[in-house]
């Protein structure tokens, strides 16, 4: 079964951290580009963070540079945000996505997304 997961969401305070991971099945994970957005009501969606198939380089976001890293572990088909020093205005849903270029028109394995984790900052 082809699938992406992400969990570790949560309802924290400002200062906080959070770990987030995504979780794939049923793919080579090594081949994949994997993104990190997130999405709150009323707002486009937003980039937080990207690390290459082998984890060679990442990209982040302004809002979250010094504060998120993203990381992956190939052996175990994860990839990870760890989110500190959180703020309110992270509240969002936060998307996991794995992409790669696709191999024929008819595959539908190129970009896949998890179905999200709910991430709450509040005092």
């Known amino acids: 079964q082809v699938q992406v997961v992400e969990s570790g969401g949560g309802f924290v305070q400002p200062g906080e951290s959070l770990r987030l991971s995504c979780v794939a099945s049923?793919?080579?994970?090594?081949?994949?580009?994997i993104t990190w957005y997130r999405q709150t009501p009323g707002r486009e969606r937003e980039l937080v963070a990207r690390?290459?198939?082998?984890?060679?380089?990442?990209n982040y976001a302004d809002f979250v540079k010094d504060r998120f890293t993203i990381s992956r572990d190939n052996a175990r088909n994860t990839a990870y945000l760890q989110m500190n020093s959180l703020k309110r205005e992270d509240t969002a849903t936060y998307f996991c996505?794995?992409?790669?270029?696709?191999?024929?028109?008819?595959?539908?394995?190129?970009?896949?997304w998890g179905q999200g984790t709910q991430v709450t900052v509040s005092s």
């Open positions: 049923g793919i080579t994970f090594s081949n994949y580009l």
């Open positions: 996505n794995a992409f790669r270029s696709p191999r024929s028109p008819v595959d539908d394995d190129y970009d896949l």
């Open positions: 690390i290459t198939a082998d984890g060679g380089r990442t």
